[in-house]
């Protein structure tokens, strides 16, 4: 397993845009597929974004990929997801997360989590 850090979050506005990292430890990095998830207040953990190893793969929900980013950098450990446009529905706790290998959209197939950021966008 790997140990997750998320950063970034906070409160901003509707329409500006954050950028969220998640810093991971341990050498292997690349060998770790990664995501992204959100859990509001009440609701369940819902997929966001994920990425493959090596950054060639990625997969969003659907709703999301016209204004969500998942990018990474393998020299640096870390896994970001841009978001622009934020809507006030964007309001969340973010979670990133990995699993060995491949790419995948439930929680249940990640088996390392960060602690999450908190990101609030206000109408």
């Known amino acids: 397993q790997v140990q997750l850090v998320e950063s970034g979050g906070g409160l901003v506005q509707a329409g500006d845009s954050l950028r969220l990292s998640c810093a991971a430890s341990?050498?292997?990095?690349?060998?770790?597929?990664m995501g992204w998830f959100r859990q509001a207040p009440g609701k369940e953990r819902d997929f966001v974004a994920t990425?493959?190893?090596?950054?060639?793969?990625?997969a969003y929900k659907d709703s999301l990929k016209v204004r969500f980013t998942i990018s990474r950098d393998n020299a640096k450990n870390t896994v970001y997801l841009q978001m622009n446009s934020l809507k006030p529905e964007d309001t969340a706790v973010y979670y990133c997360?990995?699993?060995?290998?491949?790419?995948?959209?439930?929680?249940?197939?990640?088996?390392?989590w960060g602690q999450g950021t908190q990101v609030t966008v206000s109408s």
């Open positions: 997360a990995a699993r060995l290998r491949y790419i995948a959209i439930t929680p249940d197939s990640f088996d390392s």
């Open positions: 341990g050498r292997t990095f690349n060998n770790y597929a």
């Open positions: 990425i493959s190893g090596n950054g060639g793969t990625t």
